[in-house]
């Protein structure tokens, strides 16, 4: 039963993320600044979570990247970005020596061979812009979207770049922080609410 909580948990947060994504796009294509969004989500999340504020830090810089960089491309791009987070922090981990990988062993040629399709998957949906679907436009909060796609496909090759680039860092930003919790845990001893969740 333990093991299929997780997989249950894991669909969940992407869910969770899937609607962020789509929620963000529509806020961003409305007008909203995402300086200012990032913050309203900021201060939602603490009002829930100020019972466990003394366990949780938060990464503001990768989200407000994050934000800038949404507002340049899609939800489906920041999605498959998101899923790059543990290549890059497997990556950054190796960078900062907290991981090693031996090439000559298959669980090392494993590791290599998943992040190279995992990049190459992500590299492929964010430089090939597909077909817009248009399933969920009638709705009132993503009726503008198209709408601000026809005024802004003059210059959307340079933004859309811009805004892949800007993904790339947010997550690696977000990759950083998690390899930095191995200091901060061994440091300061502290009992994480995600280290009490999967035992």
Known sequence: MKKDMAYFVVIFIQLVYTGMFLL????????????????????????ILVPFAYIMEGITTSLNIHGIALKYTSASLAAAASNCLPAITFFM????????????TSSGIAKIT??????????????????????????HLLSSHAQLNVAESSSSSSTWVKGVFLMLLSISCWGVWIVLQVHLTISFLLVYLAKNVFL
Do not use: N, W
Not at 25 to 44: E, H, L, N, P, W
Not at 93 to 104: D, N
């Open 24 to 47: 963000s796009k529509a806020a961003f294509d409305v007008g909203m600044s995402t300086c200012i969004f990032v913050f309203y989500r900021q201060a939602a999340g603490a009002l």
């Open 114 to 139: 998943g992040i190279v399709i995992c990049l190459g998957g992500a590299a492929t949906m964010a430089f090939f812009k597909g077909p817009e679907l248009r399933l969920l436009l009638h709705h």
């Open 93 to 104: 981990a190796c960078l900062m020596r907290f991981e090693s990988v031996k090439l000559h």
